[in-house]
Nanobody, 123 residues
């Protein structure tokens, strides 16, 4: 059974930092695209960042320069380092994994999802 488990969320003041982790089990994702999405109350799930199997990274314009996605294939884990956080970054953050290698930014094309971790940024 494939599982993705996110951790690292919490409450932080504007300007602060958090590092989210997503640990996968049940199969290896070393050759697959993985990504972070987020969903705020009343809004659709939106793309945040993605990383290809060989380490190429992609970011939403809203987080570019502030967030950094990375992966450790030996640990089957993907991370996102979030700096200079803003109140508008407040959301539930989800980790997604694809069955394929190609990075995409649409949520419906990801096959596996974690349960999400809450990030709240106070002003």
């Amino acid at each position: 059974q494939v599982r993705l488990v996110e951790s690292g969320g919490g409450l932080v003041q504007a300007g602060g930092s958090l590092r989210l982790s997503c640990a996968a089990s049940g199969r290896t994702f070393s050759t697959n695209a993985m990504a972070w999405f987020r969903q705020a109350p009343g809004k659709e799930r939106e793309f945040v960042a993605a990383i290809s199997w060989n380490g190429n990274t992609y970011y939403a314009d809203s987080v570019k320069g502030r967030f950094t996605i990375s992966r450790d294939n030996a640990k089957n884990t993907v991370y996102v380092q979030m700096n200079s956080l803003k109140p508008e970054d407040t959301a539930v953050y989800y980790c997604g994994a694809r069955s394929g290698r190609i990075v995409v930014v649409t949520a419906y094309e990801y096959d596996y999802w974690g349960q999400g971790t809450q990030v709240t940024v106070s002003s």
